[in-house]
């Protein structure tokens, strides 16, 4: 079949007129990214093949699963947690709903464990069966490039075999990391903690990020005693500051102990478990230490820099606006090139690099407006940019408008918890230049909003918006008062 490619930039004869190569595109790596940019290759007419590591839970350097971290080691399962965890709170509020439940509620974890593994054993055979019905040829073991157009897969049984290919495609993710501190062997990561024999009683977790706050809820959820540490004073440093100040108190509202400002600096082996050691001179003993400080791109043992592609101190590919690498034919989307790291981002870039690459449509990823959740109990849920983000990127004034309420169903319930929601807007064209929210069903929320903002919404039309009553949604558009004028060129605290 004669198929238009992108060629150093233009597109060039048709595929019959060039070297001939046993595919058109090889794609190291399965996961959300390289799945999607496989498919839509293929869909334009693409002989496409894709290479991945072994299925198991729990990654390694030579285990893996169609799927990727967001289906078999992430957004997946650590969702299917919260929503186990989330009951907790659901059995307190039913009470003064007139529910008349025992005081000894039971939780079965290894149940738990066992249904999450079925679901993603079930969505790593779908991924299978979606590359498959898409005629991409898979194959089972690790990729590594010989040179810029040839690939070695080094199977399972050990034994190599190579393929060339007109365009390779690096869409292998990244690995959580432990932090380098004596003891680090007794801590876990993410991957473990999905997976772990038994429910912890006690638990450790550092960092103040995403997987630090979610694990802390969900472990808070199912009935843990949980200690967060982190280097700043509030956690999800990058988010707007009022909305960490709001994740804060509900995670301490719910019983997680925080310890701002503070690091660990050993792991000790006890007799009742593990002993913590911070930087402060306290110590804590615990049944679990999670190790949630950022995850690292995985490309050490691509052969990279062997045939020329760069990467940045951090190990991330470098690619230009179309996901190309600095070699002309080798390309690269999702988490390894460390730009959003969001599973909807690498979809995106794989449906652009597919577009550009086959499709005769040289498209560049957008990354204005996109949309994130942290899904700690209650979520979190942005768009936009934040009050700081604002005022760095824009020449007017900012307008804030915030709201902070008791939800209808906190009144019944008696749970001390507020939703708390924020726009930021251009005083000059009314834009609305950001969205947050921390309460029930933010995630739910925002992607709504997130349409609006994507289409250049306005303050006066979110006003012009008739409500859903009653509901937390509509606060969006009756929130009329401003709270604050910040003047354009004005320094927010930003070391929180």
Known sequence: MARKMLIDGELGQTATDEKQYDFDLFVIGAGSGGVRASRTSAAFGAKVAICELPFHPVSSEVIGGVGGTCVIRGCVPKKILVYAAQFRGEFEDSRNFGWELSDEIGFNWKKLLHNKTQEIIRLNGIYKRLLSNAGVTMFEGEGKLIDAHLVEVTQPDGTTKQYSAKHILIATGSRAQLVNIPGKELAITSDEALSLDELPKRAVILGGGYIAIEFASIWRGMGAEVDLFYRKELPLRGFDDEMRAAVAKNLEGRGIRLHPGTNLSE??????????????????????????????????????????????????????????????????????????????????????????????????????????????????????????????????????????????????????????????????????????????????????????????????????????????????????????????????????
Not at 377 to 397: F, H
Not at 445 to 453: C, R
Request: proline fraction near 5%; glycine fraction near 8%; include cysteine.
């Open 267 to 496: 792991l000790r082996q006890s007799g009742d478990g593990i002993r913590v050691l911070t930087d402060h001179g306290d110590q804590i003993t615990t049944d679990v230490v999670l190790f949630a400080t950022g995850r690292l791109p995985n490309t050490k043992r691509l052969n990279l820099q062997a045939v020329g592609v760069e990467v940045d101190k951090t190990g991330a590919v470098k690619v230009d606006e179309y996901s190309r690498t600095t070699v002309p034919n080798i390309w690269a989307v999702g988490d390894v090139t460390n730009r959003i790291n969001l599973t909807p981002v690498a979809l995106m870039e794989g449906t652009c690099f597919s577009k550009t690459v086959f499709g005769g449509q040289p498209t560049k990823p957008d990354y204005i407006n996109v949309p994130c959740a942290v899904f700690c109990i209650p979520p979190l849920s942005v768009v936009g940019l934040n009050e700081q983000q604002a005022l760095e990127q824009t020449k007017s004034d900012i307008l804030v408008y915030t709201s902070s309420f008791n939800p209808m169903k906190n009144t019944i319930s008696g749970r001390q918890e507020k939703t708390t929601m924020k726009l930021v807007v251009d005083a000059e064209t009314d834009e609305v230049l950001g969205a947050s929210m921390c309460g029930p069903d933010a995630p739910e929320i925002m992607q709504g909003i997130a349409v609006a903002l994507k289409c250049g919404a306005t303050k006066a039309q979110f006003d012009s918006t008739v409500g859903i009553h009653p509901s937390a949604a509509e606060e969006f558009v009756t929130m009329r008062s401003i709270t604050r004028r910040v003047a354009a060129g004005t320094k927010l605290k930003t070391n929180l």
